[in-house]
């Protein structure tokens, strides 16, 4: 998976993260605030100079103006070593640009200066320990030591402290300069409108495989039917007819359980409680389903929760070894909370591509929030919250 940021470093396994590049760039980050802070020095030093006190305000002011544009590309350009991801402008980009500039002359340098001194410059002073302080005696000599341990033990844990602090650092500054929500609002809306557009797709492969194709087979299937009724039962030809009767038989039964599956017509004329029931009753494990819905959420909350408890049954059966499950599902408070259980082995992990993660993500699109509960040996809890407007 592609590392984007030093927080997204942090996740990856120890060996790997501190055989890359992300501790390194993250400490480059932070040395890099001596740039600020030689500025306020500069600053300070220059007004200081002025000897005035009236005129050392207006004097600071104007530095400080001064400074801010060059800075706010500064901090614009040493981003990406903590974050890769492009940092767009924001509408109010200039007084964002400003705030980030001014927040770094102030508050950040001094913060990143004092995160490396303690976690490099403090481990470093302890490993050399034996050199820097006096070893007269065996009991100086073993402190000297021992604490030169202790640094070199801190030193190894140093990259993920002053990694952490670098992310956290960049994170806040883009959030700063282009704030997230913008983006991940139309995120939402462009993930709405695919979903959308698939709902819409998906009622026209329904119509026309219903209208269509099942008719067709339908036809077919009477007429082969009638045909056999013309032939001695006895005849060749009337096995044949007997054989493509039964092919045709099995081929509307597919096609109907196929429409179903694309969007089951219970779910649209009576409702998710009925599909709901619908579903178990197909499926190979006993579930128990208790519902309790008052009244019918909108059309998208009720595909949303009708597919994660098909998708969760379909699991069951695969690859939980159940014996039995169970499918709760409450509508209170303008929150529909759907819970489904089973007795089986547990382990369910989204990573193994068990449809986990697309369930997920079409929980997200409407506002809803997909939480799992699996440990090896069992039981699996799956459950839904999906808010409906009143």
């Known amino acids: 998976m592609l590392t984007r940021t030093a927080l997204e470093a942090l996740a990856r396994r120890p060996a790997a993260f501190l055989a890359s590049g992300w501790p390194w760039r993250s400490l480059a980050y932070l040395l890099s605030s001596t740039v600020p802070g030689l500025v306020v020095a500069v600053t300070a030093l220059s007004i200081s100079l002025v ?20 800075l706010a590309r500064f901090e614009r350009w040493r981003l990406r070593l903590v974050d890769s991801t492009p940092t767009p402008r924001a509408s109010a980009g200039r007084r964002r640009d400003a705030a980030v500039a001014l927040f770094s002359l102030f508050v950040f ?70 704030p997230r929500e913008t983006e991940l609002a139309e995120v939402l809306r462009s993930r709405a409108r695919l979903v959308d557009a698939f709902e819409t797709e998906r009622r026209r492969i329904e119509r026309d495989l219903h209208d269509g194709t099942q008719q067709r087979l339908v036809a077919l299937s009477m007429r082969l039917g009638l045909a056999r009724l013309d032939l001695p039962p006895d005849s060749p030809l009337a096995e044949q007819l007997a054989q493509a009767h039964e092919e045709a038989k099995l081929a509307l039964v597919e096609l109907r359980e ?50 994660v408890v098909s998708e969760a049954l379909a699991n069951v059966a695969k690859h939980s070894r159940a014996s039995r499950a169970a499918v709760r599902g409450r509508l209170a408070g303008g929150v529909l909370t759907m819970e489904i259980r089973d007795d089986g082995v547990g382990g ?43």
Do not use: K
């Open 348 to 390: 369910a992990d989204p990573a193994r591509g068990t449809g986990l993660t697309g369930l997920a993500d079409r929980v997200a699109v409407v506002d809803g929030r997909l939480s799992l509960s699996s440990p090896a040996g069992g039981p699996t809890t799956m459950r839904v919250e999906i808010p409906c407007a009143l």
């Open 51 to 70: 000897g005035r006190v009236p005129l050392m305000v207006p004097a600071g002011i104007a530095a400080a103006g001064l400074a801010v544009p060059p």
């Open 109 to 178: 340098w001094w913060i990143d200066l004092l995160v490396v001194g303690a976690t490099v410059g403090g481990p470093v002073v302890l490993i050399l320990s034996p050199v820097l302080q006096p070893t007269d005696g065996a009991w100086a000599l073993a402190a000297a030591f021992t604490a030169s341990a202790m640094g070199l033990l801190l030193l190894l844990v140093a990259p993920y402290t002053f990694t952490a602090w670098a992310g956290a650092r960049g994170a806040l500054v883009r959030t700063l300069l282009a």
């Open 258 to 307: 196929l429409v179903r599956g694309v969007h089951p017509q219970v779910l649209t004329d009576r409702g998710l409680a009925a599909a709901v029931r619908n579903v178990a009753a197909r499926s190979p494990v006993p579930v128990d389903v208790d519902l309790s819905l008052p009244r019918r959420p909108p059309q998208s909350v009720e595909v949303a929760a009708y597919y």
